[in-house]
């Protein structure tokens, strides 16, 4: 396998933990009926507020004001 074959399987591996680590946060949130923001999820999936920024659209529907 060439070196960027393994940074890209890597960089994949890691974006399907993360995205978990947030789907399971943003679950927890949803079953106490906490407000859904990127600083809670962040908070509860212990990620960063920009990762939970990037992905936090594909779990939750944005609010029409």
Known sequence: MSRKKGIEKARAIRSVQVKGKIQS?????RLYNE??????VAKE?????????????????PKKV
């Open 25 to 29: 946060a943003v679950n927890i949130l």
């Open 35 to 40: 407000k859904i923001t990127i600083r809670s």
């Open 45 to 61: 999936s212990n990620v960063s507020p920009t990762t939970v920024a990037k992905y936090l659209k594909d779990f939750v529907e």
